[in-house]
């Protein structure tokens, strides 16, 4: 079993950025203008700015305040135990064979359901040849598990088995994901769902629906794609699991594909405020599987229906709609928000919501729509009454897209998981950047590489986006309040182009996390700082 927790590291809170700042100087400093903005984040490598203390005593993932806080969480007595093989595979997408790299055998991973509360169990075994790690996106979880290398523990190695082992203490729909360079943009994640067992969703039936963004195997590579964004970072040849996510050999036709990607258009959302994204995926999946294939929704005419949104896609923002169906939104990230109707939402990447329909007699398209350009993911939702489809392949054009959208800014949280309102004790500022137009991200400022805490403290990070895309911003272990939203509870939020927005939470979580953005590409290339506790 591997260690947990990444060995000796710099006490250092100021970072250069990665592998991916080794550049830095062949890109010029004044590409970040890093004489006006201060210091610039990142995550591994041991370079610290002079005009930061040496002598805080950071609390790391191993230290016993970790075990303390795991110790204090509510385990209700039962154990979930699960274990997954990251390894090669042959998928099978709507008729076309894709070798990839999955846990089980399918384009999307086995869904974990659990109860909140529960100890969970989870082996997991690394047949790849390269290392990897497994994060646990949206859990509170302790420290040494959260399976961020190099902050938290050490990568999982070729041939071997980390045995991940934590309490889950919040229900919620949550996912799992490999956490080492673009590895999650193959097969490697899926849905981890924490039931709650007082839930008062009202729902009859419940389905999971795993969105998807897909090139893998389809004549590229996501990291050929990375090295046609910018040679200079997949020069690195590496990941956050401080190996290489795939060979560094590239062939021309892998390459030339990855190019044509990168130059097919960016795409334009007004809603997101720009720019979408740049890589142009030739395929979006529900559940792993294409429109031509879909994994069809069934139900009884008349019911309740729970439909759990997960976006994991690396770069992809959807919109979201059900032909014939109103949607109730009850729940952003896991976390209870005040029930509010809709037509159609948009889902960022790494961002859920738990959405509620009455199930209509027939068979209904439901539709994940690439905002901003053209592509869509889709399947069927079929009332029990209903016959088959002729055609399973529903088409990316449904009314329900132009109806009413609701805006993450316009929900608001339910009374049970509003955060207190109090002054912050520690109130941070960074800027999120880009290096001109070079496909080099970072974050930048005075506190970029020192946002530390005390066990106890409320935190506050104001976030000011000078770049010209959105970014779609994650912490690690936590999970906040975002005021300007009336205190709406997420562990993702969107922070769009050209401007602020501010996020609060209690530091109630000891040890070393990530904070990043979790557009896959623009964390590989250096938008991420640490959040960094202090005795």
Known sequence: ???????????????????????????????????????????????????????????????????????????????????????????????????????????????????????????????????????????????????????????????????????????????????SGLQADRGLFGAMIVEDPEDTSGADVDAVLVLDDWLDGLGTSPDSVLMALNPAIAGGHGGHGGAASAPAEH??????????????????????????????????????????????????????????IINAAAETPYRFAVAGHEMTIIAADGYDVEPAKADTIIVGMAQRYDVLVTVKSGSWPIVAKVEGRDGYASTVLRSNDASALANPDVGGSIPELGGRLVLESSLRPAQAVRLETKAPDRDYRIELIQAGDRYVWGMAGADAGKLIMKQGERVRITMKNSS?????????????????????????????????????????????????????YHFEAGMTANLRYVR
């Open 251 to 308: 062939s021309a036709g892998e390459m030339t594909l990855a190019q044509q990607l990168v130059n097919a258009g960016h795409g334009s959302s007004e809603v997101l405020g720009g720019m979408t994204q740049h890589i142009a995926y030739p395929l979006h999946l529900i559940n792993g599987r294409p429109p031509n294939d879909p994994a069809v929704v069934t139900a009884a005419a008349g019911a309740v229906l729970r439909l759990r």
């Open 1 to 179: 079993m591997s260690v947990p927790g990444s060995g000796a590291r710099s006490s250092m809170p100021v970072q250069l950025g990665r592998r991916r700042f080794l550049s830095l100087g062949a890109l010029g400093a004044a590409a970040f203008g890093v004489g006006a903005v201060g210091s610039i984040a990142g995550c591994s490598s041991t370079a610290a700015s002079p005009a930061q203390p040496t002598d805080l005593d950071y609390i790391l993932p191993t230290d016993p305040e970790v075990a303390a806080a795991e110790s204090a969480r509510a385990w209700n007595g039962s154990t979930a135990a699960f274990a997954l093989t990251a390894g090669f595979s042959t998928v099978d997408l709507g008729g076309r064979l894709v070798d990839t790299w999955t846990y089980g055998g399918a384009a999307v991973a086995p869904e974990l359901r659990l109860t909140a509360g529960d100890r969970v169990k989870i082996a997991v075994h690394n047949a790849l040849e390269t290392e990897t790690t497994l994060h646990w996106h949206g859990i509170r979880i302790r420290n040494d598990m959260d399976g961020a290398a190099p902050t938290t523990q050490a990568p999982i190695g070729v041939g071997t088995t980390f045995d991940y082992d934590f309490v889950a203490p919040d229900p919620g729909t949550h996912w799992y994901h490999s956490h």
């Open 468 to 520: 010209t895309m959105w970014h779609p911003m994650h912490t690690h272990g936590h999970t906040f309040a975002v005021p300007g939203y009336g205190g709406l509870r997420r562990d993702t939020v969107n922070v769009l182009p050209g401007t602020e927005l501010a996020i609060e939470f209690d530091a109630d979580n000891p040890g070393e996390w990530m904070f990043h953005c979790h557009n896959a």
